[in-house]
Nanobody
Framework: QVQLVESGGGLVQAGDSLRLSCASSGRTFSYYTMGWFRQAPGKEREFVAAIGWRGGSTSYADSVKGRFTISRDNAKNTVYLQMNSLTPEDTAVYYC?????????????????WGQGTQVTVSS
């Protein structure tokens, strides 16, 4: 069983930056592909970014490419999402997720474990 806890969300202005963190309780954290998803009110949950086991492979949604960076520290059982140049369109609840496969997935149903989410609100 893996428990995920996100932190770092908040209210910021357009153009600001935030760094989200997701801490895992599992000892096998390093074997999971980790992903970040987001869900805005009235919209479906959408893929944001993912990172492979050892951090060597990453994937990003086109909407965040060049602005967001995903990283992980396996020694700390933590995955991060650095978000720069935020816009109001980035406003959503952000979730981290863990997938017990080595292949990076972009579909929510392919992930095995989810955190409770952290709210990110970007004002214009």
């Amino acid at each position: 069983q893996v428990q995920l806890v996100e932190s770092g969300g908040g209210l910021v202005q357009a153009g600001d930056s935030l760094r989200l963190s997701c801490a895992s309780s599992g000892r096998t954290f390093s074997y999971y592909t980790m992903g970040w998803f987001r869900q805005a009110p009235g919209k479906e949950r959408e893929f944001v970014a993912a990172i492979g086991w050892r951090g060597g492979s990453t994937s990003y949604a086109d909407s965040v490419k060049g602005r967001f960076t995903i990283s992980r520290d396996n020694a700390k059982n933590t995955v991060y999402l650095q978000m720069n140049s935020l816009t109001p369109e980035d406003t959503a609840v952000y979730y981290c997720a863990a997938d017990w496969t080595p292949i990076i997935a972009t579909i929510p149903s392919q992930y095995d474990y989810w955190g409770q989410g952290t709210q990110v609100t970007v004002s214009s």
